[in-house]
């Protein structure tokens, strides 16, 4: 069988045990038996969509992975995204005061997932990602979150350091 995925799917296919793929662009996404991508793509191959954004659809995707391809998932890369999502669950209930106005699906999942409430009234900050040219009047509200560029390759650190950023952004501006 020939599986492909693209470079921000990888970690996810080798935190799931799978060794035999090849990465691709998403703009060659073609002649495969299967396609491993972010749900939000569009693929005219048959695929498995996962989402990447918070430690807990990292932790669901790759049981997506283990179960369809029938491998074992690293146990101490599983510890570890445990541990995350652990950590994230315990700060929950002190950000649910915190307003947000999110501009992104994937932003949105990160934001309500750390336990901030999610606004489009009445909000205390705006988040934005990086790609999003928008001119926005609240300048010193405004969050950018790094999306595909200048993000880390690794999938546990690239969500690690967007929920950092985020929290040491509504934290200090509070």
Excluded: W
Excluded at 132 to 148: A, C, G, R, T
Aim: with cysteine; aromatic share 6%; glycine share 2%.
């Amino acid at each position: 069988m020939k599986i492909i995925t693209t470079p921000m799917c990888e970690d996810a296919l080798k935190i799931a045990g799978i060794q035999e793929y090849s990465v691709v662009k998403p703009n060659e996404i073609k002649d495969a038996d299967i396609a491993v991508l972010l749900s939000e793509t569009k693929s005219d191959i048959p695929t498995i969509a996962i989402k990447l954004n918070t430690y807990t659809q990292l932790y669901e995707s790759i049981h997506i992975l283990e179960n369809k391809f029938d491998t074992s998932a690293n146990v101490d890369e599983m510890e570890k995204i445990t541990e995350l999502i652990n950590t994230n669950k315990n700060k929950q209930s002190s950000r649910k005061n915190t307003k947000v106005k999110v501009y992104s699906n994937f932003l949105r999942d990160t934001v309500s997932d750390m336990g901030y409430t999610i606004s489009d009234i009445d909000y205390d900050f705006i988040v934005l990602p990086d790609f999003m040219n928008k001119k926005l009047d609240d300048n010193d509200k405004v969050i950018i979150i790094p999306s595909h560029k200048n993000v880390s390759k690794n999938i546990i650190q690239r969500i690690k350091e967007r929920y950092e950023l985020l929290e040491n952004k509504l934290c200090m501006k509070q």
